[in-house]
């Protein structure tokens, strides 16, 4: 982690971007200008912030909690990488994340 910006390093679509220990992954996404539409705006109501989890980082990301889950297995295309991204908060650990943009 670059600790002069306290920034975490992520990667989106092959692209990267930055993000703020203590935000939401949805937020970081938003404010970099990644087309992610989370209608709900985080009130983990609508799904349409999905993102799959690349990689390993399933495995390394705490996992969902029930009313994630339930909503992930509403989801067509889920898969067991999926997340929804209002719902992982950045921290340190997620510096290298990759991740690809549900669509």
């Known amino acids: ?42 009130s983990l109501a609508c799904g349409t912030c999905h993102v799959k989890l690349a990689g390993d980082w399933p495995s390394r990301v705490p996992p969902p909690a029930d009313d994630e889950r339930a909503m992930l297995d509403w989801l067509p295309g889920a898969t067991p990488a999926s997340r929804l991204s209002c719902q992982i908060v950045v921290t340190p650990e997620l510096n290298g994340l990759c991740l690809d943009i549900a669509r």
Do not use: R, W, Y
Request: net charge negative; charged share 20%.
């Open 1 to 42: 982690m670059d600790t002069l910006s306290n920034q975490v390093h992520c990667q989106a679509d092959g692209f990267e971007f930055e993000a703020k220990p203590g935000t939401t992954l949805m937020i970081a996404l938003k404010s970099t200008g990644f087309d992610i539409e989370a209608s709900c705006e985080g």
